[in-house]
């Protein structure tokens, strides 16, 4: 069971790395004249992205309701944040890559293609919705309902049985 102590260590991890992706994804354009340091950024932005998510689905297997097998409730409460974390994680490695084969030989050029624009604009945009819900999942799985059995849940898993 999520402990009120282990909660608070697990949300400053989680808003450490959300922090962190959001650090990169505003001030990684400053970096372009030094590829090597902006390609450890992007690299280790991906994976705060991935560890993010990895931590959710943790969070979320161990809640009492997916202990007692109803892990569609879950699934249908979550499923955007997860289709935006899958879609984000995507945008952000094919930008990256872009970027970083663009940009490798002549990091000092300035240089923006029509394509790896438009794949700017969506991976920004995507990036703020994927902010927007993973705060909102992260801060309704601190709900002690989740962790405890409860009328509600019975009366889910009731309605899962029939």
Partial sequence: MLQTSNYSLV?????????YDLFVNSFSELLRG??????????IQDVAILFNVI????MMFNTYVFQVGLVSLLLERFR??????????????????????????????FVWTDGLQVLFVFQR?????????YKRTAEYLGDPRLYEDS???????????Q
């Fill in 34 to 43: 030094a590829s090597v340091i902006q390609l450890v950024l992007f690299i």
């Fill in 80 to 109: 955007a944040l997860m289709a935006f974390a899958a879609l984000y994680l995507t945008l952000s490695i094919c930008l990256h890559c872009w970027m970083m084969n663009l940009r490798w030989v002549e990091s000092n050029r």
């Fill in 55 to 58: 931590i959710i689905l943790l």
């Fill in 151 to 161: 009328l509600w849940l019975r009366e889910a898993f009731a309605r899962a049985r």
């Fill in 125 to 133: 945009t995507g990036a703020v919705l994927y902010y927007y819900l």
């Fill in 11 to 19: 949300l400053l991890i989680q808003l450490a790395l959300l922090t």
